[in-house]
């Protein structure tokens, strides 16, 4: 499996709901990221799992919340968003410790916030 | 905090033409890496480029890191609709696990 696979593909909800976004990447990789995307943007980093364990929070509003239950997946947890979250939703994950940080991403989860 | 400058910001061109992009930097980056995205998806990795001067091909694509570590440019030849994409430079700093983006170029081929 050399892939990393994101779910759900498009995500609509309200301001009050709570939702999450689900990673998966079965290549033995201990690093995994998620990257918010505005349109024709970089990606913009927000969480770093190293070795399961939190290692980079960049100053993410805490509506935003990650979760690492094992070395193969990790969520975002969502709720009470603004509308200004709306964006691509990116994970990827990195074979860590080489030196060479390459990065394999997912699809992507579209979220949409009304 | 690192930046990566990439110019041109958008490029809209024929069929046919080459086109180089470039990414630049004050910093020394340990690695480089070239992303190509296409709407709605992910970035998918093109090439790693770890040392400096290093030249490598991908059909019609050459990538190449600069001596000191801290630029890159990637050429294509004969461009096809098919490159139609958003373009992202990613450098690593040595000791990290963290990307430093570029600002990202928008390619147009069109027929």
């Known amino acids: 499996d050399t892939e990393v696979t994101q779910t759900p593909k498009h995500l609509v909800m309200g301001m009050t709901n709570k939702k999450s976004l689900k990673c998966e990447q079965h290549?033995?990789?201990?690093?995994m990221y998620w990257y918010k995307q505005k349109a024709k943007k970089p990606p913009e980093l927000m969480f770093v799992?190293?070795?399961?364990?939190?290692?980079i929070n960049e100053s993410v509003p805490s509506r935003f919340s990650p979760e690492c239950p094992n070395s193969s997946h990790v969520f975002l947890h969502l709720h009470t968003l603004q509308p200004e979250d709306s964006a691509l939703y990116l994970c990827?994950?990195?074979?860590?410790?080489?030196?060479?940080?390459?990065?394999?991403f997912g699809p992507g989860t579209r979220l949409t916030v009304l | 905090t690192q930046l990566l400058e990439q110019s041109p910001q958008f490029l809209s061109i024929q069929e046919g033409e080459n086109l180089t992009v470039y990414c630049n930097s004050s910093?020394?980056?340990?690695?480089l890496q070239w992303y190509r995205q296409e709407p709605g998806e992910g970035p998918v990795l093109l090439v790693t480029?770890?040392?400096?001067?290093e030249v490598k091909k991908l059909k019609r694509l050459t990538f190449q890191f600069g001596d000191a570590r801290k630029d890159s440019s990637l050429h294509i030849t004969a461009a096809q609709p098919g490159d139609t994409g958003l373009y992202l430079c990613?450098?690593?700093?040595?000791?990290?696990?963290?990307?430093?983006f570029g600002t990202g170029t928008q390619l147009k081929v069109e027929l």
């Open positions: 990827a994950s990195c074979l860590s410790g080489t030196g060479i940080y390459e990065q394999f």
């Open positions: 290549m033995g990789h201990r690093a």
């Open positions: 799992y190293s070795y399961e364990k939190l290692s």
């Open positions: 910093s020394v980056f340990s690695s």
């Open positions: 480029v770890v040392t400096g001067g």
């Open positions: 990613a450098g690593a700093e040595g000791g990290g696990n963290k990307l430093t």
